[in-house]
């Protein structure tokens, strides 16, 4: 998936098609403005307030104290942008908002669009990561605060719906799972999604403490607090337990150096059960000397940023999953995500 520049209008599509058009300027420009919009529309309650209807300006500037003036326009921009309809100066949403910004929505991705508000602050770091070799790592103490977590974690939280429900289905047990460990599971649901899919099944979280806090909130709210809790605590150093069915390693080895990784599977090694499943899920890497999709190329860059670590190529986490002791190790590309899951067996013998 990319970003470019469509022309509106037969005349703009030919200055496109003559080259005259200077798209890294209306790129760079259109992309923050835009970015910037749907930010406003999320965290205003623009979209929330427009579900199942039709109001004008001065209407919804009074339910959300706003005022009419600068409502009125970001509602333009809105419209023009093709996030809102608009008629005789009323507004309604279009069918992209229905689908994935109006309240209440089983699509809606209003939590994606507030955690924007977080990567604006994580980006700025670019070029000093560039600079000097040396990305934030975004976990550490402190760096975060609560309200950014809870902002990260939701944001998250998001995109596991649709890619848990597909990993669910393509990771397969030899028998009913029972317990389950999610390591750095920040939100909880990918657990809860393990759970839908096996009755008997109970998950428990491992993440840091600011993340646990929110995390509890995320599941209560889905309504799984009874079969998905929290253990506070750091993968590389904390007990883990043993006798799981299955640990998730979810988005979560890009935050490791390779010497931490090595450590975190070697204890995923000593908490599984015989046969029980290790799954990691991961970015795509691409180990290529040729051209990269965006999808690709930033995501090395933006973890590298985030982390001070980088996205680990599939065949290194196969490798590093053999030399844990794992068996039967597998890649499964996601239909759903620009992920890989790279999983294995604990031995049975
Ligand atoms: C990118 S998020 C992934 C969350 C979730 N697994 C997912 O796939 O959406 C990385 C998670 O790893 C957690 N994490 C980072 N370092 C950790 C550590 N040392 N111990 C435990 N959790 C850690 C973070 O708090 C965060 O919840």
């Known amino acids: 998936m990319r970003v ?39 965290k205003l309650g623009v979209f929330d307030a427009l579900t199942d209807r039709t109001a004008d300006a001065a209407t919804l500037a009074k339910e959300l104290g706003l005022s009419v003036e600068g409502l009125e326009r970001l509602l333009r921009a809105l419209n023009g942008l093709g996030y809102l309809k608009r008629s005789r100066g009323r507004y309604s949403l279009s069918a992209l908002s229905k689908k994935w910004l109006a309240r209440g929505s089983k699509s809606s991705m209003k939590d994606a669009l507030l955690f924007l508000e977080e990567l604006w602050s994580w980006t700025s770091h670019l070029e000093a990561g560039v600079r000097t070799g040396r990305g934030i790592r975004l976990h550490d103490d402190g760096v975060l605060s ?10 998250l939280a998001t995109f596991a719906a649709p890619a848990g429900k597909e990993i669910v289905r393509r990771i397969k047990f030899a028998r009913p799972p029972a317990k389950l460990l999610d390591v750095g599971g920040g939100h909880g649901m990918y657990s ?7 009755p008997g099944l109970k998950a428990e979280v491992l993440d840091l403490p600011e993340a646990a806090a929110h995390g509890r909130k995320i599941v209560e709210e889905a309504g799984f607090d009874a079969r998905v809790t929290f ?15 299955a640990i998730l390693l979810f988005n979560v080895l890009h935050n490791a150096t390779e010497a931490e990784a090595k450590v975190v599977l070697r204890k995923a090694r000593a908490a599984i059960a015989p046969g029980g499943v290790l799954a990691i899920q ?25 982390s001070g670590a980088q996205t680990w190529p599939e065949p290194t986490l196969r490798a590093w999953l053999v030399e844990a002791g794992f ?3 597998r890649t499964q590309r996601l239909w759903l995500a620009p992920a890989v899951v790279v999983s294995g067996l604990g031995p049975k013998g």
């Open 282 to 306: 991961e970015s795509e890497y691409k180990q290529t000397e040729g051209d990269l999709s965006f999808t690709a190329g930033f995501g090395e860059l933006f973890f590298f940023l985030v």
């Open 231 to 245: 253990r506070p605590g750091d993968m590389r150093t904390d007990e883990w337990g043993t006798g799981y069915d």
């Open 192 to 198: 809860v999604e393990f759970c839908r899919r096996h």
């Open 146 to 155: 609560p309200e950014s977590w809870g902002r990260y974690l939701r944001g």
């Open 327 to 329: 068996e039967r190790v």
């Open 4 to 42: 470019g520049v469509v022309a509106d209008n037969l005349v703009e599509s030919l200055a496109l098609t003559a080259g005259a058009v200077p798209e890294p300027v209306v790129l760079g420009a259109w992309g923050l403005f835009a970015s910037r919009l749907l930010l406003a529309g999320a």
